[in-house]
T-cell receptor, first 114, second 110 residues
Framework: NAGVTQTPKFQVLKTGQSMTLQCAQDMNHNSMYWYRQDPGMGLRLIYYSASEGTTDKGEVPNGYNVSRLNKREFSLRLESAAPSQTSVYFC?????????????FGPGTRLTVT | AQRVTQPEKLLSVFKGAPVELKCNYSYSGSPELFWYVQYSRQRLQLLLRHISRESIKGFTADLNKGETSFHLKKPFAQEEDSAMYYCALNYGGATNKLIFGTGTLLAVQP
């Protein structure tokens, strides 16, 4: 049981390059999320997926696209990276399991755009 | 618009001293509030929810709707409590979309 996993852990991109951040969870949760965290700020929601096949925008979706490939996987794509997207990206999953609130975060991906 | 404010970036206390980490929120609906903790080199994890009214690792938090606050308290700090603490508000109802405060670094000195 690995919980929420993210790849890669670190990435450096040049402005204009594209990349996809991968996230997977093995807890059979319905909901998955992508957050970003900038220095001195709280986590901000980029996109979320309430269930397989559905996605919706969060607070800061501009410049990103997402895919809920299946129940386990939720990827975040930067089509044309910009320095403003330098941040730490966290994936999370959530569900109510056995009447308990279950919310887990991944370890984060540190992205630098030069 | 919804907002979560944590006024202190750093709170430094001595071991055994009481701790209060402040959190204020702004939300037009019925708030659902959380405290998350991130220990050094570990991932963010849920500490407690106001709905469950539980005490985790000696920490408690009471929702005060009149003062729109959800302060985190512990009567006697331990060195292992040193971590980054984030207050969060669920503004998405069943979708569990969270807005986070900027966090408070708690440093417990020996």
């Amino acid at each position: 049981n690995a919980g929420v996993t993210q790849t890669p852990k670190f990435q450096v991109l040049k402005t204009g390059q594209s990349m996809t951040l991968q996230c997977a969870q093995d807890m059979n949760h319905n909901s998955m999320y992508w957050y970003r965290q900038d220095p001195g700020m709280g986590l901000r929601l980029i996109y979320y997926s309430a269930s397989e096949g559905t996605t919706d925008k969060g607070e800061v979706p501009n410049g990103y696209n997402v895919s809920r490939l299946n129940k386990r996987e939720f990827s975040l794509r930067l089509e044309s990276a910009a320095p403003s997207q330098t941040s730490v990206y966290f994936c999370a999953s959530f569900d109510f399991g056995r009447d308990a609130y279950e919310q887990y975060f991944g370890p984060g991906t540190r992205l630098t755009v030069t | 618009a919804q907002r979560v404010t944590q006024p202190e970036k750093l709170l430094s206390v001595f071991k055994g001293a009481p701790v209060e980490l402040k959190c204020n929120y702004s939300y037009s609906g019925s708030p659902e509030l959380f405290w998350y903790v991130q220990y050094s080199r570990q991932r963010l994890q849920l500490l407690l929810r106001h709905i469950s009214r539980e005490s985790i690792k000696g920490f408690t938090a009471d929702l005060n709707k009149g003062e729109t606050s959800f302060h985190l308290k512990k009567p006697f700090a331990q060195e292992e409590d040193s971590a980054m603490y984030y207050c969060a508000l669920n503004y998405g109802g069943a979708t569990n979309k969270l807005i986070f405060g900027t966090g408070t670094l708690l440093a417990v000195q020996p």
